[in-house]
């Protein structure tokens, strides 16, 4: 099978599928391919954090025009695979030189199925761009066509929480897999002080709490599919859902504005976490964290809608805010300005490249300690 995810988050979507007992586990551009049973591709829909779908690959072949391509498509018995009163859609990702328009290689293998059925029934399925019974995906690569049944159907990070979003948020699938990439071992507190919609504070209640990320949707791709097994699907998510338990210390949230606020307490709400997550309105610069430290993870605007100035004054007030606030922390910053960066006034201790959407980022770590890096280093060697 091959997981798609986010550009960044490959390695830390194969860990996942390691731990929920893939086999044969590679790395791949924005992918990991990997194989299992059914039983498997039911628990990576329901429980991976940082997959966006997962494919199952139905056939390959080799193509150098759209004949071929048309011919290899048609051949396949499409009506023993779905019904005609069922509905498909076609997703193409092409690359090389043999293809290079991914909408007309989709609408080429849409003809060859719909004249698969009219050569038996004299009749063709509907296709359904939002909501197909069958969503087929078309990889081409060079002359190499790849043809993969998706069987989550709607993105993965559609967690079924989030059912209001403030300005630019965040995918749930990238929230994941920031908090992943921190090697938080949710035993310590966790902060996030510019939460916006809330998707990170609830993403990190999800994870320390041991609650699927599928545990809100309702529906799956491959529910439609044929060979749907709903005994097995039914033991998939009650074996995953006995794994939750309580997680013993703060989450909190806040945002200076409002709206933010509201927002992220609908969010929140939607997801159960109420109880779970302290969220409140209130100025990252006076925010009183938790004692005994722990984890922090913003995501500050990046300046796309702020002046110059404005996004100066920002960026040093968080390093002012860290150093004074927040000694004990481990702070994670993610950002697409990465002069602004700099501002922060810290010697970040880590920095991974990751995308946020079309934008390429960097993800800092900082830690916040008495005294100066030097004196920390050296107190460190001497223990």
Not at 173 to 202: E, H, Q, R, Y
Not at 232 to 250: G, N, P, R, S, T
Not at 271 to 284: E, R, T, W
């Amino acid at each position: 099978m091959i997981a798609k995810t986010m550009a960044g988050l490959e390695t830390v979507l194969a860990e996942e599928l390691t731990s929920l007992g893939a086999e044969n586990v590679q790395v791949l551009n924005r992918a990991v391919s990997f194989e299992g049973d059914k039983a498997l591709m039911y628990k990576a829909n329901y429980c991976c954090r940082t997959a966006l779908r997962i494919l199952k690959p139905i056939t390959s072949f080799v193509a150098r025009n759209e004949l071929m391509l048309y011919n290899n498509i048609f051949k396949i018995k499409w009506h023993e695979i779905f019904n005609i009163n069922e509905t498909f859609a076609i997703d193409a990702v092409v690359s090389g030189n043999y293809f290079t328009h991914s909408q007309y290689v989709a609408l080429k293998v849409k003809d060859a199925i719909a004249d698969e059925f009219r050569e038996h029934f004299g009749a063709r399925p509907s296709v359904d761009v939002e909501n197909p019974d069958l969503r087929i995906s078309v990889h081409i690569e060079n002359e190499k066509v790849t043809l993969l049944f998706d069987s989550s159907g709607e993105s993965l990070h559609k967690r079924g929480y989030r059912k209001v979003v403030d300005k630019a948020p965040m995918s749930e699938v990238l929230a994941a897999g920031l908090i992943k990439l921190t090697d938080w071992k949710c035993d310590c507190n966790f902060v996030d002080c510019m939460c916006g919609s809330g998707t990170l504070p609830i993403e990190a209640a999800m994870l320390a709490m041991g609650i699927p990320a599928g545990f809100f949707r309702k529906k799956w791709g491959f529910m439609t599919w044929h060979d749907y097994d709903e005994k097995l699907w039914l033991k998939v998510v009650q074996d995953a859902d006995a794994e939750m338990e309580e997680f013993d210390y703060e989450i909190l949230a806040s945002d200076h504005s409002a709206k933010a606020v509201e927002i992220a307490r609908a969010n929140i709400t939607n997801a159960h976490l109420q109880y779970d997550i302290k969220l409140s309105k209130q100025d990252m610069f006076e925010m009183i964290p938790p004692a005994g430290g722990g984890i922090m993870i913003i995501n500050p605007p990046y300046g796309e809608r702020l002046e110059e100035k404005d996004i100066i004054n920002l960026y040093k007030g968080i390093g002012d805010a860290l150093k004074k606030n927040f000694k004990g922390f481990e702070a994670w910053i993610i950002s697409s300005n990465k002069d602004v960066l700099k501002l922060i006034g810290l010697k970040p201790s880590k920095k991974i490249d990751i995308y946020n959407g079309p934008l390429e980022c960097k993800f800092e770590k900082f830690e916040i300690f008495e005294g100066s890096y030097k004196d920390m280093k050296k107190s460190a060697s001497c223990a």
